[in-house]
């Protein structure tokens, strides 16, 4: 009796432990994406006649699903972020027929300047909520403002004239279609440069997405430097301020003074 039972137990075992069992080649967990990503240069010089470039980012893809890459459920966005720093937005209001500055606001430690390229619209790629947990894109930038006390009433007001400054002065761009892949698992992405973009270190990120779901990043720093007579001018200002000052206020008058003597009447 007791044989019995025990061989019934065996036989009521026996599915669950063929189901469990490992085959060879058969991986033992799931392999995570890997991204990664090398820039065209990892230097700009900004010199006199300096009006802007395209920087060329190239990436690749490992350990991916080759038939969620076949139906284009891979999506790829990349961003050229610039130093961050604080930033003050006025507001001007006429006031007994005179423009002044009534109110403003200060956010702290936004990026100077933002670039992007994606696969596609950003907004098909993930949902808003996931952009403004990962900060990614123009719309989803944090933006808290410094000591801020209030009923919060401004502050959508004030954060849409951040955009839509940065934006108007070309800081600010977005590209739906710059990212492209050359081929299943490589691609290459193109980000505009603005004439006006600031010195410093930047951050180049891409991010991996699968099926609307974030995967990976990752990022590589990308130098922006003034060269030449720029530069020693920048540096002069900063290292011998009252030099620098007072070499302005000699040139003004030697430059007044001889446009006097070219343009006066006798």
Not at 68 to 85: K, S
Not at 226 to 243: F, R
Request: negative net charge.
């Amino acid at each position: 009796m007791r044989l019995l039972v025990f061989a019934i137990a065996l036989l009521c075992l026996l599915p669950a432990s063929a189901g469990a069992q490992w085959l060879p080649g058969q991986a033992t967990e799931a392999v995570r994406e890997g991204l990664e990503i090398g820039t065209s240069t990892s230097e700009i010089a900004i010199t006199s006649d300096f009006h802007g470039a395209d920087l060329t980012i190239f990436g690749a893809l490992s350990n991916t699903d080759q038939l969620l890459l076949a139906v284009g459920q891979y999506d790829v966005v990349v961003v050229l972020e610039g130093p961050r720093e604080d930033a003050t937005v006025r507001k001007k209001e006429r006031v007994f027929g005179i423009w002044v500055n009534t109110r403003s606001m200060t956010f702290e430690a936004v990026p100077h300047s933002y670039s992007m390229s994606s696969s596609r619209m950003i907004d098909d790629i993930v949902t808003p909520l996931d952009l403004t947990d990962q900060g990614i894109g123009i719309d989803h930038i944090p933006l808290t403002p410094v000591g801020f006390v209030g009923d919060g009433s401004n502050l959508g007001e004030f954060r849409e004239a951040f955009r839509r400054l940065q934006q108007g002065g070309g800081l600010y761009d977005r590209n739906p279609s710059g990212v492209r892949f050359v081929s299943s698992n490589l691609f290459k992405a193109s980000l505009r440069l603005p004439a006006n973009i600031p010195n410093g270190v930047h951050s180049v990120r891409a991010y991996l997405f699968k099926s609307g779901i974030f995967v990976t990043e990752k990022s590589l720093p990308l130098r922006v430097i003034k060269t030449g007579i720029e530069q020693t001018i920048t540096d002069a200002a900063h290292d011998q301020p009252i030099l620098y000052g007072c070499a302005a206020v000699l040139l003004a008058v030697i430059t007044g003074w001889g446009a006097s003597l070219i343009f006066r009447k006798d």
